[in-house]
């Protein structure tokens, strides 16, 4: 069963459009996270969120939304999509972190493409 | 700021090589250094280290931290092909995980 999963695994849109990303985990984890790399294979972290609250927003653009329907999903919704958010997103989960350290495990990624 | 810095950036060695990549950094309320490799998909998870001076072994890979001077190694003894990939080091502070630019590693036969 996969851990971390991703829907589209690719994405293809013309500027201007408003897109979403979906993330699910079955790992019972309390802390999901958005992530973007780029064309240089840089990983930014963009959101995470633990029991449906935003605890970092690395100063993201907002047209860029996070959405919790539960605790096992997060989703991505992007607004008006720019040439520059063509980028590789990836999700992952971990355990709620607290005074425990725990590891982050990655979904494939949704290869975006803004034209 | 926050920063993890990797080098070299960019290696080519050949099949029964030993290699070791490395990883500095700066991170606020550090809690532990992760490695990961990724080939042409997801980030897959390597090691998680968080105390000084103890090596963590999987295989041909192990990993050390350093919590004073602030970084780490990846060392891969015999390498092969299949270890051709890019790593990536992480600093984990609090709900936070800041990733170095990543070394690529390119194993030739």
């Known amino acids: 069963d996969t851990a971390v999963s991703q829907t589209p695994k690719y994405l293809v849109t013309q500027m201007g459009n408003d897109k979403s990303i979906k993330c699910e985990q079955n790992?019972?984890?309390?802390?999901m996270y958005w992530y973007k790399q780029d064309s240089k294979k840089f990983l930014k972290i963009m959101f995470s969120y633990n029991n449906k609250e935003l605890i970092i927003n690395e100063t993201v653009p907002n047209r860029f939304s996070p959405k919790s329907p539960d605790k096992a999903h997060l989703n991505l919704h992007i607004n008006s999509l720019e040439l520059g958010d063509s980028a590789v997103y990836f999700c992952?989960?971990?355990?709620?972190?607290?005074?425990?350290?725990?590891?982050?495990?990655f979904g494939p990624g949704t290869r975006l493409l803004v034209l | 700021e926050d920063k993890v810095v990797q080098s070299p950036l960019s290696l080519v060695v050949h099949e029964g090589d030993t290699v070791t990549l490395n990883c500095s950094y700066e991170v606020t309320n550090f809690r532990s250094l992760l490695w990961y490799k990724q080939e042409k998909k997801a980030p897959t998870f390597l090691f998680m280290l968080?105390?000084?001076?103890i090596e963590k072994k999987s295989g041909r890979l192990s990993s050390i931290l350093d919590k004073k001077e602030l970084f780490s190694i990846l060392n891969i003894t015999a390498t092969q092909t299949g270890d051709s990939a890019v790593y990536l080091c992480a600093g984990r502070s609090q709900g936070n995980l800041i990733f170095g630019k990543g070394t690529k590693l390119s194993v030739k036969p």
């Open positions: 968080t105390s000084s001076g």
């Open positions: 992952a989960s971990s355990r709620y972190e607290g005074i425990r350290q725990e590891t982050q495990y």
């Open positions: 790992l019972g984890h309390d802390t």
